[in-house]
């Protein structure tokens, strides 16, 4: 069994997307593979859980435009502005 991997963000938390977010699915009153939020966007993290297969964190990210995504560490960062991906070294 693989032991789950600790959350490096917090519920709370400000990200920002790393890259741009698209429609995997989730949201069938958009279309298929349309942009949700834009690489840079400012979101907070309202959930904290885990992929069940794999055991590493999934964070549900609260963007300005209304929509909670979904999203694994490599997709966010807690700092503004391009840089390092959090947890990423």
């Given amino acids: ?28 009153d958009r279309e298929p593979d349309a942009l949700l939020v834009a690489a840079g966007t400012e979101g907070e993290i309202v959930q904290v859980g885990y992929h069940e ?18 999203c694994f560490e490599e997709e966010l960062r807690a700092e503004h502005g ?3 991906v959090a947890g990423l070294i």
């Fill in 53 to 70: 297969e794999a055991n590493i964190p999934v964070y549900l990210v609260e963007f300005p435009n209304g929509c909670v995504v979904g």
């Fill in 1 to 28: 069994m693989i032991e789950p991997r600790m959350p490096i963000f917090q519920w709370g938390q400000k990200v920002w997307a790393e890259t741009d977010l698209y429609n995997d699915g989730s949201y069938p």
């Fill in 82 to 84: 391009k840089g390092q």
